[in-house]
């Protein structure tokens, strides 16, 4: 599937949808940069290019066919984290403090 089939198959409510339900079992090291790019793409300074790459890792995400897939123990969201991580590292010039501030916020409330 292309970045390009994954930057399509983004919703915010999808997105909600999973983080919500399933940041318990993903863990912080998925949620962390899954919700800091959120915050991100959300910002209209954000320039299109790293939305595009935001939305094809978020959709990635909360696709449920991945190469591995998210029910399976321990390594179910490998994958999801090595394409977060890497979104993440090809966008982290346009993640700002503010952005930080609100995906720490946001995982202070789902794992207090």
Request: proline share 5%; net charge neutral.
């Amino acid at each position: 599937m292309s970045s390009d089939n994954y930057q399509s198959a983004y919703s915010d409510a999808s997105f909600w949808g999973k983080a919500k339900s399933h940041a318990k079992s993903a863990g912080k090291s998925a949620m962390e940069p899954a919700l800091k790019m959120y915050y991100a793409a959300q910002d209209p300074e954000t320039p299109a290019w790293a939305k595009a790459v935001i939305y094809s890792a978020l959709g990635y995400f909360i696709l449920p066919l991945d190469v591995i897939p998210d029910i399976t123990p321990v390594a179910g969201y490998s994958d999801d984290v090595a394409v977060l991580a890497a979104a993440l590292a090809a966008t982290a010039a346009n993640i700002k403090d503010v952005h930080v501030t609100k995906a720490k916020e946001t995982l202070a409330r789902w794992f207090s």
